[in-house]
């Protein structure tokens, strides 16, 4: 099984300011199968990036997707209060499995 | 607009059974496949089935093989999820999820809310 590791843990930044998230891969993955996925309190997640850099339909432009083999990275640029969230990385080269997530939280 | 809309969750003592359904609105139902992922309480995703547009093919992650059986009404456009011998560690709240293909092979496009399932004496 392919394990995934976000990091940071959580990141605390302020509105305006950019954030960049790490997803790092057990074994070389595929970069059309890795997508990112934001998850606010309470809420089902949300398909960002799939394809490693393809936004989904309707995702501000404020949300990049990059990396190949084994290390990813999400940024988001100039964080709106909306953007405070959970994110997860999902590979599904071989099988389908989830990071553990990153929190952006309100410094 | 997509719609998922789980139901039939709920309390139930370990090694019993429980039916989850997802009703779908707002696409062509029979172009993709509907997944099943789950989320323990505080925890993290894990990817737990998938049927195909026809119905034809399923798919299952190891940790549910053998208990738990997806299926597919078309003309209802639903899927289902019948859980048995169910244990503590699959509390969790299962979402339904839309999928390009079927398999594991493919990103979840849309997400349904979600339906708690409690597996507790």
């Known amino acids: 099984e392919i394990v995934l590791t976000q990091s940071p843990g959580t990141l605390s930044l302020s509105p305006g300011e950019s954030a960049t998230l790490f997803c790092r891969a057990s074994?070389?993955?595929?970069?059309?199968?890795l997508a990112w996925y934001q998850q606010k309190p309470g809420q089902a997640p949300r398909l960002l990036i799939s394809?490693?850099?393809s936004r989904a339909t309707g995702i501000a432009d404020r949300f990049s997707g990059s990396g190949s083999g084994t290390e990813f990275t999400l940024t988001i640029s100039r964080l709106e209060p909306e953007d405070f969230a959970v994110y997860y990385c999902?590979?599904?080269?071989?099988?389908?499995?989830f990071g553990q997530g990153t929190k952006v939280e309100i410094k | 607009e997509v719609q998922l809309v789980e139901s039939g969750g709920g309390l139930v003592k370990p090694g019993g059974s429980l039916r989850l359904a997802c009703a779908a609105s707002?696409?062509?139902?029979?172009?993709?496949?509907i997944n099943w992922v789950r989320q323990a309480p505080g925890k993290g995703l894990e990817w737990v089935s998938s049927?195909?547009?026809?119905?034809?093919?399923?798919f299952y992650a190891d940790s549910v093989k053998g208990r738990f059986t997806i299926s597919r009404d078309n003309a209802k456009k639903s899927v289902y999820l019948q859980m048995n011998s169910l244990r503590v560690e699959d509390t969790a709240v299962y979402y339904c999820?839309?999928?390009?293909?079927?398999?594991?092979?493919?990103?979840?496009?849309?997400w349904g809310q979600g339906s708690l399932v409690t597996v507790s004496s």
């Open positions: 707002g696409f062509s139902f029979t172009s993709y496949s």
């Open positions: 394809g490693t850099s």
């Open positions: 074994q070389s993955i595929s970069s059309s199968y």
């Open positions: 999820a839309r999928a390009p293909v079927a398999g594991t092979h493919t990103h979840f496009d849309y």
């Open positions: 999902h590979q599904y080269d071989s099988s389908s499995t």
């Open positions: 049927v195909s547009g026809s119905g034809s093919y399923v």
